[in-house]
């Protein structure tokens, strides 16, 4: 709580110093360059950032601004099995072995881009209105990975009945998806300049997107000795399946409800 206080005060004290510079000072008249960040005083991260983006002052009226945005996860999650023994003799208790502990893991990639123009108006001495278009692009993919196990059986030397089931070896199973999408979005903003170069402002805008889903595949161990093996892959005995993706559009309006804090430079 004290440090969105100490930034408020910290906000507040450039509106109140900078006073004195000439109205002119404060809005960009052709050539800088600005970087920005979500603004949230009152939010659990009062600085954050869901993209960067940069714009270039062709002119005082005229701005290009780009857009990246760029996400890469990589999650594991442990995990412990045990599966009961495949095709027990009649009449014999049907054991599960032992646990193991095993890891799946879960890889996630993201990429975004969104170019555009923006054409500024007169405004105010400190406030400077715009509306723009941009071009925008991004894909997803998505790599998840299981391990499965081959379990052999190990038998009483007397009775000749099974004991237990032994991990003999393991696979991985790949499930990989992901999709892709264009768009274009028209805009309508504002930039405050509370202090010489830096800014708050705010963003409205009206999307079409496409998007295409990728098809998903997903590849199994073909292995005569695995448990179950039949049943592997598009049911067939083949050892990768394929789900066709779809496609879909969207039109609508978009807002981001934090504030636009931005710096010249």
């Known amino acids: 709580m004290k440090k969105k206080i100490l930034l408020i005060a910290?906000?507040?004290?450039?509106?109140?110093?900078?006073?004195?510079?000439?109205?002119?000072?404060?809005?960009?008249a052709g050539g800088e360059k600005n970087v920005e960040v979500n603004f949230s005083p009152l939010g659990s991260n009062p600085i954050s950032i869901n993209s960067l983006r940069f714009r270039y002052f062709k002119s005082s009226d005229m701005a290009i601004r780009v857009g990246l945005n760029l996400s890469?996860?990589?999650s594991k999650s442990p995990?412990?099995?045990?599966?009961?023994?495949?095709?027990p003799p009649a009449g014999v208790p049907n054991p599960t072995p032992n646990g193991v502990e095993t890891e799946d893991e879960s890889k996630t990639f993201g990429f975004g881009l969104a170019v555009g123009i923006e054409k500024h108006f007169p405004g105010t001495d400190r406030l400077?209105?715009?509306?723009?278009?941009?071009?925008?692009?991004?894909?997803v993919s998505v790599t998840e990975t299981d391990v499965l196990f081959d379990a052999s059986t190990n038998t009483d030397p007397?009775?000749?009945?099974?004991?237990?089931a032994l991990w003999e070896d393991t696979y991985e199973s790949e499930t990989t998806s992901g999709s892709t999408s264009f768009g274009v979005n028209l805009v309508l903003g504002a930039d405050w300049y509370f202090a010489k170069n830096f800014y708050m402002g705010t963003e409205v805008g009206?999307?079409?997107v496409s998007t295409s889903q990728k098809d998903e595949e997903v590849t199994n161990p073909?292995?005569?000795?695995?448990a179950g093996?039949?049943?592997?892959?598009?049911?067939?005995?083949?050892p990768t399946s394929t789900t066709l993706g779809g496609s879909s559009m969207n039109i609508g309006t978009n807002f981001n409800s934090a504030i636009r804090l931005g710096f010249l430079f």
């Open 10 to 28: 910290v906000i507040a004290a450039g509106i109140f110093c900078t006073s004195n510079v000439n109205a002119q000072d404060y809005k960009p």
């Open 72 to 74: 890469v996860q990589n």
């Open 79 to 87: 995990r412990v099995d045990s599966i009961p023994l495949a095709n």
């Open 128 to 139: 400077s209105p715009y509306m723009g278009a941009e071009l925008t692009f991004s894909t």
């Open 158 to 164: 007397i009775t000749g009945l099974p004991t237990q």
């Open 206 to 208: 009206l999307g079409f």
């Open 222 to 226: 073909s292995s005569a000795g695995f």
């Open 229 to 238: 093996a039949a049943n592997n892959g598009d049911g067939n005995g083949n």
